[in-house]
């Protein structure tokens, strides 16, 4: 049989039981309730609601330059673009030397681990590439001016890698989810746009990967910073 301190004890761990649970159901219900301030505006116009030219690259190599680098010395700074390119893990692509254009390859952007690259310059910037892949293109673009003067604007545009996701309809398709030889056979779209199998789009300017390409220019020119 039960004595009485053992039965005041089981009683008493039942009375706790009961108010946990009433508490853990408050805080559910609190939580549930959402953490909206007020009354939304339905007439707001939608996050996703976004220019699409933005997505292009050249949308953002357009808009004005967060620094620049001048020198009395074309060559001198058209050497000095190239070599900030090479110091910041870059590829050369497009050199028109007479127009002052100078493009770098499309870079995958740069892992923690990846030490030996140099693309990725702000903590913000890294944690966004370990999110989600991004690779960054830079262009310089030498202009000269009335003085007689050469003036260099070194430009990153960021882009993100997208890949739509695909129905599998069987169990053997499992393998091709991913891949990019299977097309979408049911054209999966976006507001009525087409998808294709895997896309870039541009998402914005790198401002501090500017900033140290700069620098480093002038470093080359030997000029303070």
């Known amino acids: 049989m039960m004595t009485g301190d053992r039965r005041q004890e089981t009683g008493d761990k039942r009375k ?30 939608p996050a996703t609601a976004i220019d699409p030219a933005t997505r292009r690259m050249n949308y953002w190599f357009d808009k004005p330059a967060n620094d620049l680098v001048s020198s009395s010395d074309y060559d001198a700074l058209w050497n000095a673009a190239r070599q900030a390119a090479v110091d910041h893990s870059f590829t050369a692509d497009l ?46 673009r030498i202009t000269r001016r009335d003085d007689g003067t050469f003036v260099c604007e070194p430009k990153a545009v960021v882009e993100r890698y997208v890949m739509p996701e695909r129905r599998i309809t069987s169990v053997v398709e499992y393998q091709e989810a991913f891949s990019t030889r299977r097309p979408a056979i049911n054209g999966a779209s976006d507001e009525g746009d087409a998808l294709p199998i895997e896309y870039w789009y541009a998402v914005g300017r790198d401002p501090a990967l500017e900033h140290a390409i700069a620098n480093a220019m002038r470093r080359t020119l030997k000029q303070p910073t």
């Open 16 to 45: 706790i039981c009961r108010v946990f649970s009433c508490f853990l159901f408050l805080v559910s219900c609190l939580l549930s309730g959402g953490c909206l301030p007020g009354t939304p505006d339905y007439s707001a116009k």
């Open 95 to 140: 050199k028109d030397y007479r127009e002052g254009r100078l493009t770098t390859l499309p870079l995958i952007s740069k892992q923690p681990l990846e030490l030996w690259k140099h693309d990725v310059i702000d903590p913000q910037s890294q944690l966004e590439c370990t999110l989600s892949t991004m690779r960054r293109t830079v262009e310089f």
